[in-house]
């Protein structure tokens, strides 16, 4: 089992960055696929992004792809999610969550194989 505490979200303008965290407790993290999603106000809970166990695959959302960067550090237990050139659209509470499964982008990028969620951190991009 594996418990997920998101960070690093906040306010900013259009155009600058951020970088979340996700850092997790427990055994064998380099065994779990984490993602990323997000949920905005009246909308359904989005993918994002994901990145394998290893850390050499990913699969990004075409909304952000080229604008967000997914990356992991196994010996401390995070993840991370690099969100560049940032637009009042990305506006959201933000997830991370953990998986044992690993497959094609249309297999992660739904919510079904995730069976660790954390509590989700903020992100509000002004216009």
């Known amino acids: 089992q594996v418990q997920l505490v998101e960070s690093g979200g906040g306010l900013v303008q259009a155009g600058g960055s951020l970088r979340l965290s996700c850092a997790a407790s427990?055994?064998?993290?380099?065994?779990?696929?984490v993602g990323w999603f997000r949920q905005a106000p009246g909308k359904e809970r989005e993918f994002v992004a994901v990145v394998s166990g290893s850390g050499t695959i990913t699969y990004y959302a075409d909304s952000v792809k080229g604008r967000f960067t997914i990356s992991r550090d196994n010996a401390k237990n995070t993840v991370y999610l690099q969100m560049n050139n940032l637009k009042p659209e990305d506006t959201a509470v933000y997830y991370c969550?953990?998986?044992?499964?690993?497959?094609?982008?249309?297999?992660?990028?739904?919510?079904?194989?995730?069976?660790?969620w954390g509590q989700g951190t903020q992100v509000t991009v002004s216009s």
């Open positions: 969550a953990g998986t044992t499964v690993f497959g094609t982008k249309q297999i992660m990028g739904v919510m079904g194989p995730y069976d660790y």
């Open positions: 427990g055994r064998s993290f380099s065994n779990y696929a």
